[in-house]
């Protein structure tokens, strides 16, 4: 009988034939959705000069349902399933946030594929997108080589940014330029974001070791 792990509610084990189909490449991420269909977001090779990614869906049993994004994704970072079944993707590389249907249909793109954004702009590698459940507006961690925080509304309008820093993780480990900032409302690579029940925005400072909290309008809390 395999191991379980975790405290509570939250208790888990290994199942490790359960996957019904070879995956190549490497998982980044992974969600379900209300019918428990399993989202992989996988980079299926990691060369720079030929990034591609896919996101490889499964039914609860492990079977291959379908691929989505194939012909679009390049390096998928974070993937999240809305309570809708809105299945939205940060890729990394691309500087995008794509939003699916659980068919595949591509239906929404927040920025411009290939293009990074300005300074302090959406995006240049963003990390993470989420949808809140209050004000029905998407959140983007833009972290890599922004360290900012993006509101759109639905339609895909951009609302407002905040959060500063003077490093950026790639200038850091290429160039060793950047002195971090650990200020409130500063970031060093904010990695995810999350909005909870209470409204509260909570982001991941993943390079200060640290989760940082804001209201909806990016006010430090």
Not at 125 to 132: M, N
Not at 143 to 158: A, E, L, T, V
Not at 178 to 207: A, C, K, Q
């Amino acid at each position: 009988m395999a191991e379980k792990i975790g405290a509570g509610d939250y208790r888990y084990e290994e199942a490790e034939d359960w996957i019904q189909v070879e995956v190549e490449g490497s998982a980044s991420d992974m969600a379900t959705d209300s019918q428990d269909r399993v989202y992989v977001a996988l980079r299926t090779t990691q060369a720079e000069d030929d990034t591609t990614g896919v996101v490889l869906v499964l039914d609860r049993d492990g079977n291959f349902v379908r691929n989505i994004g194939a012909d679009k994704l390049k390096t998928p970072h974070h993937i999240w399933v809305s309570p809708d079944d809105e299945v939205y993707v940060a890729d990394c590389v691309d500087h995008v946030v794509r939003k699916y249907a659980t068919s595949g249909e591509q239906l929404q793109v927040l920025g411009s594929p290939g293009q990074p954004g300005l300074p302090d702009g959406p995006f240049n590698q963003p990390t993470c997108a989420v949808r809140s459940a209050y004000s029905g507006d998407i959140f983007v961690s833009d972290g890599y080589r922004q360290n900012r925080i993006h509101r759109f509304s639905n339609d895909g309008d951009i609302k407002l940014s905040w959060g500063r820093g003077n490093r950026n993780q790639y200038d850091w480990e290429v160039f060793g330029v950047g002195e971090p900032l650990i200020g409130p409302g500063e970031f060093n690579t904010p990695h995810s974001v999350t909005v909870g029940d209470d409204d509260r925005v909570y982001v991941m400072d993943r390079s200060n070791h640290r989760i940082q909290t804001f209201d909806e309008n990016g006010k430090y809390l």
